[in-house]
Nanobody
Framework: QVHLVESGGGLVQAGGSLRLSCAHS????????MGWFRQAPGKEREFVAA????????VYADSVKGRFTISRDNPKNTLYLQMNDLKVDGTAVYYC????????????????WGQGTQVADSS
């Protein structure tokens, strides 16, 4: 079993910054891509960003391009999401996920999910 545990969520003002982390552990899994998704209240889960686990290829949702940065630390098996200039619509539960599909941007392409971490607007 693969375990993904997110952390770093919290309250943040509009325009503020926050960095989310996702610790990846468990049995060896052919992880090709790690991704971040988010789900706002009353809305469907949506893609945020993804990164290949070995190479540096990344892909972002248009709504976060230029403000969010996805990265990973392979020796630490940790995925990050640096969120800058957060907007009110950034309030959501953020999930990390692992996939065997290269840079999938749909949640159906991911095999394992964390439990999520809440990011909320404190304004």
């Amino acid at each position: 079993q693969v375990h993904l545990v997110e952390s770093g969520g919290g309250l943040v003002q509009a325009g503020g910054s926050l960095r989310l982390s996702c610790a990846h552990s468990g049995r060896r899994f052919s992880t090709t891509t790690m991704g971040w998704f988010r789900q706002a209240p009353g809305k469907e889960r949506e893609f945020v960003a993804a990164i290949r686990w070995i190479l540096d290829n990344t892909v972002y949702a248009d709504s976060v391009k230029g403000r969010f940065t996805i990265s990973r630390d392979n020796p630490k098996n940790t995925l990050y999401l640096q969120m800058n200039d957060l907007k009110v619509d950034g309030t959501a539960v953020y999930y990390c996920a692992a996939s065997r599909v290269t840079l999938s941007i749909v949640d159906a392409g991911y095999d394992y999910w964390g439990q999520g971490t809440q990011v909320a607007d404190s304004s």
